[in-house]
């Protein structure tokens, strides 16, 4: 019988349990796909991914809050609202743990990033299930202080294999190398990125 009179006469035939599962799984990889089409889209459009980060599978739900304001991808912040660090929150699970990177692609300027990247805080074995004040802070956090242009501000999330421990603090804050530092670390690709864009505040609009 040709396949393609499997789906009008399915009260005539019935596909090996092989070929049903093979279907089922196809289903199921194509929905995959979509869902995370539409979690890391904003990344694309935003060049998160490609300027910081490779492609990759979002695994964990990552919430960031600067006070009151909810984080979400290519949103607005004020630099005044981000003096302090923000609240992040994972789910997981307590026996996992993960890395927070927080970067600057776009220092100096967006148009000229001759620094980039800039890292702004790293934070290294926060367990699943709490937020980045149960880890182990890195480098301080130092807020967003664009000088010029709109710049992006790039929150990555790893999965650990196992506690890191001690872990050396970059030489410099600037040029940066997200992916050089999860290479090092073998933390693999990202498991969530959230990023928000900031500008300069005129002076007498910085509340």
């Not at 980060?53 to 290519?74: E, L, Q, R």
């Not at 300069?200 to 910085?206: L, Q, S």
Request: with cysteine; hydrophobic share 40%.
């Amino acid at each position: 019988m040709a396949p393609t009179l499997l789906f009008f006469l399915p009260s005539l035939y019935k596909p090996p349990s092989s070929l049903h599962f093979s279907l089922i799984d196809t289903a199921f990889f194509l929905l995959s796909l979509l869902i995370m089409a539409a979690s890391v889209d904003p990344l694309v459009v935003g060049r998160v991914i490609g300027d910081v980060v490779d492609m990759f599978v979002p695994t964990i739900n990552m919430s960031v809050y600067y006070g009151a304001k909810h984080v979400t991808n290519g949103c607005d912040v004020k630099p005044s609202l981000t003096f302090n660090p923000p609240k992040v929150t994972l789910s997981g699970h307590p026996d996992e743990f993960y890395t927070l990177v927080m970067t600057d692609p776009d220092a100096p300027s967006p148009s000229e990033p001759s620094m980039r990247e800039w890292v702004h805080w790293i934070v290294v074995d926060i367990p699943g299930g709490t937020n980045a004040t149960r880890g182990k802070e890195v480098l301080p956090y130092v807020g967003p202080r664009p000088p010029v242009g709109i710049h992006r501000y790039i929150l990555v999330l790893f999965q650990q294999k196992a506690p890191l421990g001690l872990v050396e603090q970059p030489a410099s804050r600037a040029r940066f190398s997200t992916r050089a530092f999860a290479n090092q670390l073998d933390l693999g690709l990202p498991v969530a990125t959230v990023y928000f864009n900031a500008q300069k505040e005129p002076a007498n609009r910085r509340r």
